[in-house]
């Protein structure tokens, strides 16, 4: 995380970063989300979490975060269940996700 971070120069756009080793719990129990959200002072529900994995997907929506499926790992029709599916990065769209945040 920390590689892709700083050689990408993505760092200043988030305010906070946590990872596996600020929990007790690993997906797909939603403590991540949990935490992350309080840390951002946000309800679950008023965030977007983007995952590739079942696990995370699961974690994120037991949190109660909205989800984009990611297909690095899986299909779409696996991916069914999240509120957006994407094939990568390159293909959102701003449009897309505030219809997925008002849903």
Do not use: W
């Not at 037991?62 to 957006?84: I, Q, S």
């Not at 390159?90 to 505030?98: P, R, V």
Request: aromatic share 6%.
């Amino acid at each position: 995380m920390d590689f892709v971070l700083n050689n990408t120069g993505l760092r200043n756009y988030f305010p906070v970063i946590l990872d596996q080793s600020h929990v007790e719990h690993g997906k797909p129990n939603p403590e991540i989300y949990l935490k992350t959200a309080q840390a951002l002072a946000l309800a679950p529900t008023q965030t977007i979490v983007f995952e590739d994995s079942l696990s995370g997907i699961e974690a994120a929506q037991r949190a109660g975060a909205r989800v984009v499926g990611v297909t690095t790992t899986h299909t779409p029709a696996e991916l069914k269940h999240c509120d957006l599916v994407i094939p990568d990065f390159t293909h959102l769209e701003l449009e897309s996700l505030a219809m997925v945040l008002r849903s």
